[in-house]
């Protein structure tokens, strides 16, 4: 895979110089033409062996382009706010939004690159992490980036030489770095493991280029032609209208009944029995959240429901059980323009809590497959590919500790009338009732499907849906604490037999 980056490519200075100007003018309008549309970002990944020109190329692109429209991100050891969070989470902040460049060193390919040379886990890991990053890729390149992959290669003997030649030279022998050193020990199982990911990971809609680092003319011209070539097909590159784009229908249910018909909406509690119980789960849902086995752990509440199946009060009898220090509550409406120039489950990574954490999510990432395909705010490819995302994202973040849980809060179409009218009534709830409200009931079966569709193809071992009878307010409140506190607790139950299987 790098035989041919190991044949001495070279261009002489009088071609570089001739070249450069008009390279650098196209350059500069493709990069201002992607800042006028916004319609995409550009994400640049450096990868490859230690003096192979790699800081230099991104220095001289700096250089050719505007710089204020490049974000250079550099990924080193993790901080203590990384590691309390899931591994993407510290990529995921860090993302371009339309119209800009990003140029991540240190990405993602070089934590497992390094982690498998130095023995720290195993080929199962490390494949684990190469389906990782090429379902990441493949998200993000949906949803729109353009990302550009360089690996910047040296053969052995080119390494050893240039690291020769720098030892040997008073001036610039400071360049030596000790990653330099060690990867000079390391070669073989680098390029081996190297060679795997590219292998694995390069893809019609996100190619590995391999450019031969030891000329840096020719280095130089090659990343700036690949990235004007990339650049100016992306930007004529039509947008594809919704309407135009044919998805192959979910299938239905041919006997009408579904999952929300098996609902028994008639369960209720009395408020005796409904004082008491909320109590003892307000105690336990604290006891959980005060033991020590949650440092190991953070803890998702996800709320979806019909408009008026009583989220709030819900969300506020669970908030009541904690010290406002230990949680945080997002409401998640309409995407602001910061968040439409960035994929879609952006604005939740960036929310995530760290380790002994609670975030409620008042509305989340289901609003793909719910608001965004019933109003049509998404074509059919996009949220049909949503469901896999979502199972991708939660099965990442459970492997890191965190427990989700998620409620559907369900109540039938009288009781929401019913609750309606009751809102418009009473002078202090009116906030609470909008047009949007109305105009969403005329849509009540088109929720109904989706809401089906997405639990069931949401609703895993990893993340299972609870769908809470919630025609009673009492009921429902007890139901999601309850839910709440098995999750924690199964959760706790096989950390402990994890320690116990790791001791014996």
Same mark, same amino acid.
């Given at each position: 895979?790098?035989?041919?980056?190991?044949?001495?490519?070279?261009?002489?200075?009088? @071609? +570089?110089?001739?070249?450069?100007?008009?390279?650098?003018?196209?350059?500069?309008?493709?990069?201002?033409?992607?800042?006028?549309?916004?319609?995409?970002?550009?994400?640049?990944?450096?990868?490859?062996?230690?003096?192979?020109?790699?800081?230099?190329?991104?220095?001289?692109?700096?250089?050719?382009?505007?710089?204020?429209?490049?974000?250079?991100?550099?990924?080193?050891?993790? @901080?203590?706010?990384?590691?309390?969070?899931?591994?993407?989470?510290?990529?995921?902040?860090?993302?371009?939004?339309?119209?800009?460049?990003?140029?991540?060193?240190?990405?993602?390919?070089?934590?497992?690159?390094?982690?498998?040379?130095?023995?720290?886990?195993?080929?199962?890991?490390?494949?684990?992490?190469?389906?990782?990053?090429?379902?990441?890729?493949?998200?993000?390149?949906?949803?729109?980036?353009?990302?550009?992959?360089?690996?910047?290669?040296?053969?052995?003997?080119?390494?050893?030489?240039?690291?020769?030649?720098?030892? $040997? =030279?008073?001036?610039?022998?400071?360049?030596?770095?000790?990653?330099?050193?060690?990867?000079?020990?390391?070669? *073989?199982?680098?390029?081996?493991?190297?060679?795997?990911?590219? /292998? /694995?990971?390069?893809?019609? +809609?996100?190619?590995?280029?391999?450019?031969?680092?030891?000329?840096?003319? +020719?280095?130089?011209?090659?990343?700036?032609?690949?990235?004007? !070539?990339?650049?100016?097909?992306?930007?004529?590159?039509?947008?594809?209208?919704?309407?135009?784009?044919?998805?192959?229908?979910?299938?239905?249910?041919?006997?009408?009944?579904?999952?929300?018909?098996?609902?028994?909406?008639?369960?209720?509690?009395?408020? =005796?029995?409904? #004082?008491?119980?909320?109590?003892?789960?307000?105690?336990?849902?604290?006891?959980?959240?005060? *033991?020590?086995?949650?440092?190991?752990?953070?803890?998702?509440?996800?709320?979806?429901?019909? $408009?008026?199946?009583?989220?709030?009060?819900?969300? /506020?009898?669970?908030?009541?059980?904690?010290?406002?220090?230990?949680?945080?509550?997002?409401?998640?409406?309409?995407?602001?323009?910061? !968040?439409?120039?960035?994929? +879609?489950? %952006?604005?939740?990574?960036?929310?995530?809590?760290?380790?002994?954490?609670?975030?409620?999510?008042?509305?989340? %990432?289901?609003?793909?497959?719910?608001?965004?395909?019933? #109003?049509?705010?998404?074509?059919?490819?996009?949220?049909?590919?949503?469901?896999?995302?979502?199972?991708?994202?939660?099965?990442?973040?459970? $492997?890191?500790?965190?427990?989700?849980?998620?409620?559907?809060?369900?109540?039938?179409?009288?009781?929401?009338?019913?609750?309606?009218?009751?809102?418009?009534?009473?002078?202090?709830?009116?906030?609470?009732?909008? !047009? $949007?409200?109305?105009?969403?009931?005329?849509?009540?079966?088109?929720?109904?499907?989706?809401?089906?569709?997405?639990?069931?193809?949401?609703?895993? #071992?990893?993340?299972?849906?609870?769908?809470?009878?919630?025609?009673?307010?009492?009921?429902?409140?007890?139901?999601?604490?309850?839910?709440?506190?098995?999750?924690? !607790?199964?959760?706790?139950?096989?950390?402990?037999?994890?320690?116990?299987?790791?001791?014996?």
């Amino acid at each position: 895979m790098f035989e041919s980056a190991e044949i001495g490519h070279a261009i002489d200075k009088e @071609t +570089y110089d001739a070249e450069v100007p008009a390279l650098r003018e196209a350059l500069l309008e493709a990069q201002f033409e992607l800042q006028q549309q916004k319609r995409f970002p550009v994400i640049i990944l450096i990868n490859g062996i230690e003096g192979a020109g790699k800081g230099e190329t991104v220095k001289l692109l700096n250089e050719w382009m505007d710089p204020r429209l490049i974000e250079v991100r550099t990924f080193d050891q993790q @901080t203590d706010e990384e590691l309390a969070r899931p591994p993407a989470w510290r990529y995921w902040r860090m993302l371009p939004a339309a119209g800009r460049m990003g140029i991540f060193f240190g990405n993602w390919y070089s934590q497992m690159l390094q982690g498998r040379v130095h023995g720290l886990f195993k080929d199962a890991v490390m494949d684990q992490a190469i389906n990782q990053s090429e379902r990441f890729e493949k998200m993000l390149c949906d949803e729109g980036a353009l990302i550009f992959k360089f690996w910047f290669h040296l053969s052995k003997k080119q390494m050893k030489g240039r690291l020769k030649a720098l030892a $040997d =030279d008073p001036l610039h022998s400071w360049r030596i770095s000790p990653l330099d050193w060690q990867q000079s020990e390391t070669y *073989d199982k680098f390029v081996k493991y190297g060679e795997r990911v590219l /292998r /694995r990971t390069s893809r019609d +809609y996100a190619p590995w280029h391999v450019i031969e680092g030891l000329d840096a003319n +020719y280095r130089s011209l090659a990343v700036g032609k690949i990235l004007l !070539e990339g650049l100016q097909t992306a930007l004529k590159r039509p947008d594809v209208h919704p309407d135009k784009v044919n998805a192959a229908p979910l299938p239905i249910h041919i006997d009408q009944f579904n999952l929300l018909d098996s609902l028994d909406l008639n369960l209720r509690l009395d408020k =005796d029995d409904y #004082e008491e119980q909320l109590i003892t789960e307000q105690a336990r849902f604290s006891g959980l959240m005060r *033991d020590k086995r949650m440092r190991q752990h953070a803890l998702i509440a996800v709320f979806e429901g019909n $408009d008026a199946a009583g989220k709030g009060g819900a969300i /506020r009898r669970v908030a009541a059980a904690l010290d406002p220090r230990q949680y945080s509550i997002v409401p998640i409406a309409a995407p602001t323009e910061e !968040e439409r120039a960035q994929p +879609y489950l %952006w604005r939740f990574w960036r929310h995530l809590p760290a380790k002994g954490k609670f975030t409620v999510f008042d509305r989340s %990432w289901y609003g793909r497959v719910l608001v965004e395909r019933v #109003e049509g705010f998404c074509p059919p490819t996009d949220w049909l590919r949503a469901y896999s995302e979502i199972n991708d994202f939660e099965e990442q973040i459970s $492997d890191s500790g965190v427990i989700v849980v998620k409620f559907w809060m369900a109540i039938d179409k009288q009781t929401q009338l019913e609750r309606f009218q009751a809102r418009e009534e009473i002078p202090f709830k009116r906030f609470k009732i909008t !047009e $949007d409200d109305w105009r969403n009931r005329d849509k009540w079966d088109a929720y109904r499907a989706a809401v089906v569709d997405m639990v069931d193809r949401t609703s895993t #071992e990893i993340s299972s849906w609870t769908l809470v009878e919630a025609n009673d307010k009492r009921w429902a409140r007890v139901k999601v604490l309850r839910t709440i506190n098995r999750a924690l !607790e199964t959760a706790f139950e096989k950390s402990d037999k994890k320690a116990r299987n790791h001791k014996n």
